[in-house]
């Protein structure tokens, strides 16, 4: 009988206890206020970790030196910094415009290379990561029959906006309660679960179910793929349901196409298309138009807003931008200009120099990640996450929802860290800390969550 799973150093209890206890948070209105601090707190524990070295307490050693790709992603996002205080003086926003954007900097993208720094250095374990995500599944299918009753038994749509909101951020959906959400298009329910909206929770679910796929024990298993295919399918979104086929089916797909056999087959589709071609690019078209069709208002805003961004960005403030989302008119419904989607937001906020700071280091990871599931099933994850991510860039501004990413993104971090520790020669490889923990602390300081680990 195997050990129960369990926190075994300070790090991992505070990623464990983050996780498992995502739905007490929500119902507090302090996600949007714990992402932010563990992000910083981890960040800062694993610099002390680097800085003291051998010094430091064993369970908390830096299992290696920082990689390189995660060098890049703070080069990238001191960059995305750099091109929003110059529009900001471009513009003549003021100082206090400047520091509340820097701040906000702080709260989203920064957020990024922090975690993947955390992931990357401190000896957190990825099947921490994996079970934390299946709890949060566990919780979720638990509450979803409450949740979708809710518009049934006439309950109120917003229980509360937490005085948390005071803080300051993007918006006071932030600090929001909701049980469910009308659907002003079709005026049918909809269901956001901890998410700030249906959209982002749907590709939450996404990562859930990534997650899930890696758990060895079946329970938590069933448990996180039961919470993420319900957020995906009662958040009614198109993007998550692409994500969920798209990011689970394609990581595994990447080893078969290194295959010659399957090269082979390929080059035989290819060349039938010569014949089929014509009528698959109807079909496609056909299938383009319904999906495109089926929230037919959603996509007439977002689209109008990619176009008004892209024309002013261009016309307007093509190096850096504006330094800030700009007020939509009725035709895009309000929504400001810069929003609901990462490339055209950068475009028109930090302009080609932000963009390009954030192009970079994803390219990068993405590659990286190809490279990792090519090679074998520990690449899954990771290209998963970064499939999903990719995803979620175009139709959401990942620099608002990072607060909410972070599992993948130390996901992404713990994922660099072993391949580091796979190039090192035998000779040079750090004591298995973050491997072995299979001391499992005692229960009163390990599990530390509302839900045991099991």
């Known amino acids: ?38 992000g910083w707190t981890l960040a800062m524990l694993a610099a002390l970790s680097l800085y003291l070295g051998p010094a430091i307490r064993p369970d908390l050693r830096a299992t290696g030196p920082v990689p390189g ?12 910094l750099i091109a929003l205080w110059v529009g900001h003086l471009d513009w003549g926003l003021g100082t206090g415009a400047t520091i509340k954007s820097t ?30 995500q299946c709890v949060v599944g566990l919780w979720t299918a638990c509450l979803t029959p409450l949740l ?3 518009p049934i038994l006439h309950l109120p749509e917003k229980i509360f906006t937490s005085p948390l909101k005071a803080i300051g951020g993007p918006g006071p959906e932030y600090f929001s309660v909701y049980l469910f959400t009308y659907d002003p298009a079709s005026w049918t329910p909809r269901w956001q679960f901890y998410a700030p909206w ?40 198109r993007m998550g349901m692409i994500g969920l086929v798209a990011c689970t089916i394609g990581p595994r797909m990447v080893p078969l196409v290194a295959r010659s056999a399957v090269w082979m087959t390929l080059a035989g589709l290819a060349a039938s298309l ?27 805003v977002r689209e109008t807003l990619q176009r008004i961004a892209g024309e002013r960005w261009r016309a307007e403030a093509f190096w850096f931008g504006h330094g800030t989302v700009a007020p939509g008119g009725h035709v895009v419904e309000h929504m400001p200009i810069g929003s609901h989607h990462t490339w055209w937001g950068l475009l028109f906020v930090k302009g080609i120099v932000g963009f390009t700071g954030l192009l970079v280091p994803m390219v990068l990871q993405t590659l990286n990640a190809l490279l990792e599931a090519g090679r074998g099933a ?14 979620l860039s175009f139709g959401e501004n990942l620099e608002i929802e990072a607060y909410m ?50």
Do not use: H
């Open 1 to 38: 009988m195997t050990a129960p799973l369990a926190p075994a150093n300070p790090a991992e209890a505070m990623v464990w206890k983050a996780q498992v206890w995502t739905w007490p948070l929500y119902f507090l209105g302090a996600l949007y206020v714990a992402g932010p601090v563990l």
């Open 69 to 80: 790709l995660v060098l890049v992603w703070f080069a990238g996002m001191a960059v995305l």
């Open 103 to 132: 701040i906000g900097w702080m709260k989203g993208w920064a957020l990024i290379p922090l975690f993947l720094l955390a992931g990357a250095v401190l000896p957190v374990r990825r099947e921490i990561l994996v079970r934390g």
């Open 148 to 150: 979708f009753l809710a």
């Open 198 to 237: 249906s959209p982002f929770a749907a590709l939450l679910g996404v990562i859930m179910v990534v997650f899930a796929l890696e758990e060895k024990e079946r329970r938590w298993r069933i448990a996180g793929l039961a919470g993420g295919l319900a957020m995906i399918v009662l958040s009614k979104s």
């Open 274 to 300: 010569a014949v089929l071609g014509p009528t698959l690019a109807r079909l496609m078209g056909d299938a383009v138009a319904a999906f495109k069709g089926a929230r037919a208002d959603s996509t007439r």
């Open 378 to 391: 520990a690449g899954r994850l990771p290209l998963g996450v970064m499939m999903t991510i990719l995803l």
């Open 405 to 454: 990413l972070w599992p993948a993104l130390m996901a992404l971090g713990v994922n660099l860290r072993e391949q580091a520790r796979r190039a090192r020669p035998p000779e040079c490889q750090p004591p298995q800390r973050d491997r072995g923990a299979e001391a499992p602390l005692p229960a009163s300081s390990g599990s530390g969550g509302p839900l045991s680990a099991g």
